[in-house]
């Protein structure tokens, strides 16, 4: 049975806008007097409204209850504003809820932001010696594992020098290697890792996953980078103005995050609302036909589309479409673009069909991005049209795919390129 290391019992957080009293005593007393006598306040905030909202109450955190077991790697999405860094820091016990419990079985090292816990006028080596002491290890536990650390790090050049001279990335590397390998039971993880280049980013990645799969360590991490939530985590929560909408499948969270929902239709007519960008007097997009009753394509099969297109402008113009399909977590999977030009002359429409090969993508829902575009100077290509995400289809498998076992798009991506070929050598 899974041994419960963090419990989150009806906690709600409450934080008061505006300004609430003064910072001095002067200043409270020169509020009040000024309030006495009609005038305004002379410790208000310039440029902002005479009463602004001051003492109104915004409810960050609505009763959440989450439960988090030892060795769970839990990713954390929402939108701005949604209460994941108020969810995190009541967990590091930056700040306290407004109403109910947080029960933890273990300490918490945590990175909510660039330099957390970090003295700017102290070392990398000496705030590697601060960090590990707050989180009550000893000296000679600390010194185990600091040659770890500064390798890991990839600082070592620079360990001795003060962090406030560090960029942003050599703080992120630091302050991620020390959270990594000081002893602790829980480690938290808000956003930093998008400060760090490609290869460290994934280095963080493997070792997350290395400490909660050999270690038995817990990790919340919170990211609008949906390939790093599916890399690591094996559980998702989605938060939504102050509350927890959905807990549970990682694909189904971000699904949900992203606001993706199987609606299908076949045929699409195309108003100047949906176009990503409006260039006046250029060949547009003006439908979509999917030539599919169903929308729904078994496993091989090749999609065609009939496209309505119309020059708005004056003379003959030469262009190109572009497909572009996308998974239903929003990654690129393919891309079909025409390979000769296609002319139509001014204020003429024309129909023509396009058949884009999708016989290796795997089973799953997809949208279609459509883009009507020119090769201009020095190659560069020009839009003239975008329509993204517009149209979308099912690809189902039949009972032979795979070998009948479920594909799993998080870890064998989205193309399927058959059985390998073996031989004795």
Same mark, same amino acid.
């Given at each position: ?254 699904? &949900? $995050?992203?606001?993706?929902?199987? !609606?299908?239709? +076949?045929?699409?007519? %195309?108003?100047?609302?949906?176009? /990503? #960008? ?93 883009? &009507? $575009?020119?090769?201009?100077?020095? !190659?560069?290509? +020009?839009?003239?049209? %975008?329509?993204?995400?517009?149209? /979308? #289809? ?32």
């Amino acid at each position: 049975m899974k041994k419960e290391i963090l419990e989150i019992k009806s906690v709600s957080k409450k934080y008061r806008l505006g300004m609430i009293g003064g910072t001095t005593l002067r200043d409270e007393l020169q509020r009040k007097r000024a309030a006495r006598k009609g005038l305004e306040d002379p410790t208000r905030t310039i440029g902002s409204k005479a009463k602004g909202n001051a003492g109104e109450e915004f409810l960050a955190l609505h009763d959440i209850n989450l439960t988090v077991y030892e060795g769970e790697r839990v990713g954390i999405i929402g939108h701005n504003g949604a209460g994941k860094s108020t969810l995190l820091k009541l967990i590091s016990q930056i700040t306290a809820p407004t109403t109910g419990t947080i029960e933890m079985n273990g300490r918490i090292a945590s990175m909510l932001e660039v330099g957390t816990g970090f003295h700017p006028e102290l070392t990398g080596r000496e705030n590697i010696f601060m960090n590990g002491a707050i989180l009550g290890m000893t000296k000679q536990e600390i010194e185990s594992k600091i040659e770890d650390i500064i390798e890991f790090s990839e600082v070592r050049q620079f360990i001795d020098t003060p962090v406030k001279r560090y960029s942003s990335g050599m703080f992120v590397k630091l302050a991620f290697s020390v959270a990594a390998h000081l002893d602790s039971e829980i480690m938290i993880m808000d956003e930093v890792l998008a400060v760090g280049d490609m290869a460290f980013q994934n280095k963080c990645l493997e070792k997350m996953n290395q400490v909660s799969k050999q270690e038995g360590r817990t990790v919340l991490y919170v990211s609008h980078n949906m390939n790093t939530i599916r890399q690591l985590c094996e559980r998702c929560i989605v938060l939504s103005h102050g509350q927890i909408v959905f807990d549970g499948d990682v694909e189904e969270a971000i699904n &949900l $995050y992203l606001g993706r929902k199987h !609606n299908y239709e +076949n045929e699409i007519v %195309v108003t100047d609302e949906i176009r /990503e #960008i409006l260039v006046p007097n250029v060949p547009v997009i003006t439908g979509i036909n999917l030539n599919n009753p169903t929308g729904i394509l078994e496993f091989g099969s090749k999609m065609r589309f009939l496209i309505d297109v119309e020059n708005r402008s004056n003379k003959h113009w030469d262009f190109l479409l572009r497909i572009i399909m996308k998974s239903s977590g929003g990654n690129v999977v393919t891309m079909s673009s025409t390979l000769n030009t296609i002319g139509l002359d001014a204020r003429k429409k024309g129909t023509y069909s396009f058949g884009m090969d999708t016989s290796n993508v795997v089973p799953g829902n997809y949208t279609f991005t459509f883009v &009507l $575009y020119e090769v201009g100077t020095m !190659n560069v290509d +020009n839009n003239l049209d %975008v329509l993204r995400d517009v149209a /979308e #289809i099912t690809i189902k498998a039949d009972a032979d795919f795979n070998h009948g076992m479920p594909w799993n798009p998080r870890w064998w991506g989205s193309i399927a390129n058959g059985d390998l070929e073996v031989s004795e050598c």
